[in-house]
């Protein structure tokens, strides 16, 4: 369980985080994080857990019942219902998040510089290689050329990976 994800730190990640995080869990340590939860607040035993994914039954099914009920324990119903949906718009239907960062910059620029400025990135050097690799697209497409320059005339969203985004906009003047 420590290999993958630090359970003792998971009071301190963003709601939204603690759902994604959750889903991204191997199948085998779902007992594990299960084992976190009170008993009162467990979607189903360890043992009804096991019957579950022996019969058949899809291990993504299990995750959002128990990414649920760990949210919920930590921010409500309602908060566990919004990251679900959240995280179901933007990983099954591929939509951008609604709330995004936001970068305000003066004329084109070079996607690198964009990517650095707004942290993305943590270097231009790293920058490029997220591009030369196919990890940055901006409004759906995929960028290919270091050198690509983004104007913001009308507003773009950069998506790094699949789960960083930000909303570039052109500063007025």
């Known amino acids: 369980m420590q290999k993958y994800y630090n359970i003792q730190r998971f009071p301190f990640v963003a709601e939204y985080d603690k759902y994604g995080k959750l889903m991204s869990i191997p199948d085998a340590s779902m007992v594990d994080y299960l084992n976190f939860l009170p008993f009162s607040a467990q979607p189903f035993t360890a043992s009804q857990l096991q019957n579950r994914l022996e019969s058949g039954e899809n291990p993504r099914d299990l995750k959002v019942q128990l990414a649920r009920s760990l949210v919920a324990l930590y921010h409500g ?22 709330e995004i960062e936001e970068l305000e910059i003066e004329g084109p620029l070079l996607v690198v510089d964009v990517l650095t400025l707004s942290q993305m990135a943590p270097s231009k050097t790293e920058a490029r290689r997220l591009i030369e690799q196919g990890g940055v697209r901006i409004d759906g497409q995929v960028v290919g050329d270091i050198k690509a320059i983004i ?23």
């Not at 908060?79 to 939509?95: G, I, K, S, Y």
């Not at 969203?157 to 052109?170: A, N």
């Open 151 to 173: 104007d913001a005339i009308n507003p773009k969203v950069i998506q790094v990976g699949k789960r960083k985004f930000l909303r570039v906009i052109q500063k007025h003047a």
């Open 77 to 98: 119903e309602e908060v566990a219902n919004q990251a679900a949906e959240r995280f179901r718009l933007q990983f099954t239907e591929q939509q951008v998040p609604e």
